[in-house]
Nanobody, 126 residues
Framework: QVQLVESGGGLVQAGGSLSLSCAAS????????MGWFRQAPGKEREFVAT????????YYADSVKGRFTISRDDAKNTVYRQMNRLKPEDTAVYYC???????????????????WGQGAQVTVSS
């Protein structure tokens, strides 16, 4: 059984930075594309970023491009997400997700991911 455990997040002022980690257990995260989504109150869960199984390819939503970075350390079975220049509109619960198949391509829709972390709250005050 795959488990993705998230850590990090919290409260920060606008313009600040936060980092999130997503540690996989039950199955190594290496060789699986990973995704990053968020859900604000009253809104649908939306795509934030994705990283390929090799780490060579990343793709970001326009709203976070240039401010957020996704990376991975397969030796630690962990995916990292760095968020800089945070804005109040970035306030949401952030989720990591893993694609179900080995060596699959990056993906930007929820339905393409089978395993999800429990979520981490990020609150940005103005």
């Amino acid at each position: 059984q795959v488990q993705l455990v998230e850590s990090g997040g919290g409260l920060v002022q606008a313009g600040g930075s936060l980092s999130l980690s997503c540690a996989a257990s039950g199955r190594t995260s290496s060789n699986y594309a990973m995704g990053w989504f968020r859900q604000a109150p009253g809104k649908e869960r939306e795509f934030v970023a994705t990283i390929s199984w090799s780490g060579a390819i990343t793709y970001y939503a326009d709203s976070v491009k240039g401010r957020f970075t996704i990376s991975r350390d397969d030796a630690k079975n962990t995916v990292y997400r760095q968020m800089n220049r945070l804005k109040p509109e970035d306030t949401a619960v952030y989720y990591c997700a893993q694609r179900p198949r080995l060596w699959s391509n990056i993906a930007t829709t929820r339905g393409e991911y089978d395993y999800w972390g429990q979520g981490a709250q990020v609150t940005v005050s103005s």
